[in-house]
Nanobody
Framework: HVQLVESGGGSVQTGGSLRLSCAPSGLSVSDFSMAWFRQSPGKEREAVAAIRRDDLTAYTDSAKGRFTISRDNAENTQSLQMNDLKPEDTAVYYC?????????????????WGQGTQVTVS
């Protein structure tokens, strides 16, 4: 049974930092492309950052320069370091994974989703 478990969410003030972690069970992060999506109330789910199996990363404009996605194959975890947080970053953040070709521009191309972790910036 494959499961993605997020942690690290919470409440911070504007300009603060948080580090989200994703600890999969039943899969190896080295074998999957992984990403973070987020969703705020009343808004569509949107991508934040992605990392391919070859470690190539991609970021949406809102995340560039502030967020960093990384993977630790030895620990079998994937993380999103978020700096200089803004109120508009407030959302539920989801860890996602795909063993097939997936696009940061399309949520439907990611087959595995975690339950989400809340990030609140005030």
């Amino acid at each position: 049974h494959v499961q993605l478990v997020e942690s690290g969410g919470g409440s911070v003030q504007t300009g603060g930092s948080l580090r989200l972690s994703c600890a999969p069970s039943g899969l190896s992060v080295s074998d999957f492309s992984m990403a973070w999506f987020r969703q705020s109330p009343g808004k569509e789910r949107e991508a934040v950052a992605a990392i391919r199996r070859d470690d190539l990363t991609a970021y949406t404009d809102s995340a560039k320069g502030r967020f960093t996605i990384s993977r630790d194959n030895a620990e079998n975890t994937q993380s999103l370091q978020m700096n200089d947080l803004k109120p508009e970053d407030t959302a539920v953040y989801y860890c996602v994974a795909s063993d097939l070709r997936a696009s940061i521009h399309s949520a439907s191309t990611w087959s595995l989703w975690g339950q989400g972790t809340q990030v609140t910036v005030s």
